[in-house]
C-alpha cells in the first residue's frame, strides 16, 4: 500500500490499522495516488467482515471524492456573496435612508415652491420651469439609489456582461455619499477616460467597490476631519482596467495584515468577518487577485484587475 499512502498519511494508516486488530473500524480522508500516480482525494475506511462466520477478513476502502465543478462553485459562491451583500445592507440601513430621503425631501420642497409661483398673479415660468426640471433630477437621483440598492438585494445567478466601470463606480458613490459625508470624508475620483467595458458580474463588482469604500471609510474614523481623503481610481494597463481604493487612515497593522481576508476575522466590534473574505473570492473568480499596500500614517491601498474580454477560464 505504500505507493498507495503517501508518507504524511502512513502514520494514522497505520494506527487504522492497529485498531483493526483490536476488531475496530476506522475512517480517514486524505490524497492517495491512483495506479496511473495520480493523486486524487479520497475516503479511506477499514473494518472486520465476519461473512462468512468463520472468515475474519480485513477490509479497505478508498472512495474518490469528487471536486466540486464549476457551476457548483458559482453556485456556492454566489449565495455567499449575496448573504454578505444583505448583511452589509443591514449595516448600512440609517445612511441609505438618509440618501433616498435627500432627494425625495427635496421633491416635495421643489413642488411646494412651483405651487406659489404658480399662484402668483403673474406666475414666473422661468421659476417654475426651473423647478421641475430640479424635480426630474432629483426623481431620477432617488430611482438611481433605489435601483443599485435593488441589485445589491437581488439574489440572480452570477452572470458576466460587459459593463461601463466609469458608471458602476458611479452608483458605488450614489449608495454611500451620505455616509462618506456624515464621516466628513472628501472623495476624489480619478477616473481615466474612454475606458473600454470590462467582462464581470455587475452585481458582485459592485459589492467589492462597496465594500471596500465602507472599510476604508472605516479606516479613518479617528482621523483629523482635515485629512479625511479617499480616492477611488480607475486606468486600463496591458489589456485590463485597473481599479483601486485608497484612504489616508493609518494604515494596516502588520499583525493583522496576514489575516485580514480570512473568513469571519474582523476587528470591528459588530462585524461578521465576510466582507474581505467574500470581495477576494469574487475578484480570484473574476482571474485577478486583491492587492495590499499600506504604510503607517500613510493609508492603505486596495486594488485589483478587471478583464475587458471574456475569459475561457471564468469561474463565474
Known amino acids: 500500500m505504500s505507493h498507495i499512502i503517501p508518507e504524511k498519511l502512513q502514520k ?17 480522508e486524505g490524497t492517495v495516488k491512483s495506479a496511473d500516480g495520480l493523486d486524487f482525494l479520497a475516503h479511506i475506511t477499514g473494518w472486520i467482515d465476519t461473512r ?42 440609517a445612511s441609505i435612508s438618509h440618501e433616498v430621503n435627500q432627494p425625495l425631501g427635496s421633491i416635495v420642497t421643489s413642488a ?19 423647478l421641475l426640471e430640479r424635480i426630474v433630477a432629483n426623481g431620477r437621483r432617488a430611482a438611481d439609489i433605489i435601483s443599485a440598492l435593488k441589485g445589491l438585494a437581488r439574489n440572480t445567478k452570477p452572470e458576466r456582461d460587459a459593463v461601463d466601470i466609469a458608471g458602476l463606480i458611479d452608483e458605488a458613490v450614489l449608495i454611500l455619499r451620505s455616509d462618506l459625508n456624515r464621516r466628513q470624508i472628501a472623495l476624489r475620483l480619478e477616473i481615466s477616460p474612454d475606458l473600454p467595458p470590462v467582462w464581470i458580474d455587475r452585481t ?18 479617528d482621523g483629523q476631519a482635515w485629512n479625511r481623503t479617499l480616492a477611488i481610481r480607475a486606468r486600463e494597463s496591458q489589456q485590463r482596467v485597473v481599479l483601486e481604493v485608497e484612504d489616508s487612515g493609518p ?55 478587471l478583464g475587458i474580454e471574456p475569459d475561457a477560464n471564468d469561474t463565474i
Open 204 to 221: 458582485q463588482i459592485l459589492q467589492v467597490i462597496v465594500n471596500l469604500v465602507t472599510n476604508a471609510a472605516q479606516a479613518m474614523a
Open 12 to 28: 494514522p494508516f497505520a494506527k487504522g490499522l492497529v485498531a483493526l486488530l483490536h476488531g475496530k473500524s476506522f475512517s480517514m
Open 112 to 130: 411646494e415652491a412651483g405651487l406659489r409661483w404658480l399662484n402668483h398673479e403673474t406666475p414666473d415660468l422661468a421659476e417654475v420651469r426651473a
Open 251 to 305: 494604515g494596516v497593522d502588520p499583525k493583522v495584515r496576514e489575516r485580514l481576508f480570512e473568513s469571519f476575522y474582523t476587528t470591528k466590534a459588530t462585524g461578521t468577518g465576510m466582507g474581505l473574505a467574500i470581495c477576494r473570492s469574487i475578484v480570484e473568480a473574476h482571474g485577478s487577485k486583491i492587492e495590499l499596500q499600506s504604510s503607517p500614517y500613510l493609508g492603505a491601498r486596495f486594488s485589483f484587475t
Open 52 to 93: 462468512p462466520a468463520d472468515s475474519d477478513r480485513v477490509m479497505i476502502g478508498i472512495t474518490k471524492l469528487g471536486q466540486p465543478r464549476d457551476s457548483e462553485k458559482a453556485g456556492i459562491l454566489g449565495d455567499l456573496a449575496h448573504a454578505a451583500r444583505i448583511a452589509m445592507l443591514g449595516e448600512m440601513t
